[in-house]
């Protein structure tokens, strides 16, 4: 299988180390693997269909491309790429429709709710006013998240309305215009469960205990994971 890793990552950015570890574990299962790099793209429009080239030649041919967009910043627009990659014919793993579901926080919870699961009570909101109301209503504490980042970051801890106030304003004051997400904190639960899902099928699954301390369950923040088998209700 030829394989290429997609990644809207350069190698001086700190993670990057992830998309090392990605190849190397398909050069053991014995994949012909590239690192593709998105800053060397060139995306060609104006003619019939879109011209999609790698350091000034045609993209090669993959039998998968998997693709590693960037967790910080808004995910339109590698979104937007990915979905050119995909009319070109490329196979993609998380497609682009999948990857913007998972990155945008806002959009997974509008299609959790859509498709009937039970959701923690969440609310959108742009501003101070409105995000008091919104913990007020739910009963502090509360979590407050930005509605895109990864592994932990860009999510706060809220008490009470005076240690929500400069939670709020600072990301307010990021000049971004996003809105922030403001979340009922459920006491109690140390732990979470994640579930890998390809098509229709569970393939994986572990659980990630929360570190001392800690209310994010994130392997980042210091939780430890481990493989577990589903129950027929979560699965």
Do not use: W
Not at 19 to 38: H, S, T
Not at 43 to 55: A, D
Not at 92 to 120: H, T, V, W, Y
Request: charged share 25%; glycine share 8%; proline share 5%.
């Amino acid at each position: 299988m030829k394989l290429g890793i997609l990644t809207f990552q350069s190698r001086q950015y700190q993670n990057f180390d992830a998309v090392d570890e990605l190849f190397r574990a398909a050069q053991a299962l014995g994949c012909d693997v590239e690192i593709v790099y998105a800053e060397h793209l060139q995306l060609r429009v104006g003619g019939k269909k879109t011209v999609i080239t790698h350091k000034g030649k045609a993209l090669p041919a993959y039998d998968v491309l998997l693709a590693r967009p960037r967790i910080i910043g808004d995910p339109a627009i590698p979104k937007t790429v990915l979905t050119e990659v995909e009319r070109a014919g490329y196979r993609l793993i998380n497609c682009a429709d999948g990857f913007f579901a998972a990155k945008n926080k806002i959009e997974s919870l509008m299609r959790l709710q859509a498709a009937g699961l039970p959701l923690i009570p969440s609310s959108v909101v742009y501003n101070m006013e409105e995000a008091e109301r919104a913990a007020k209503s739910y009963g502090f504490p509360v979590v407050l998240k930005v509605p895109y980042r990864s592994q932990g970051t860009g999510v706060f801890f809220a008490e009470s309305v005076t240690s929500l106030r400069p939670i709020a304003d600072f990301l307010i004051s990021r000049g971004f215009d996003d809105p922030m997400v403001v979340q009922k904190f459920v006491k109690g639960i140390r732990a979470d469960v994640r579930a890998f899902v390809i098509g229709n099928k569970v393939v994986a699954s572990a659980k990630r205990h929360l570190a001392a301390g800690e209310f994010r369950a994130n392997q980042k923040q210091g939780a430890e994971m481990e493989p577990i088998v589903l129950t027929k209700q979560q699965q």
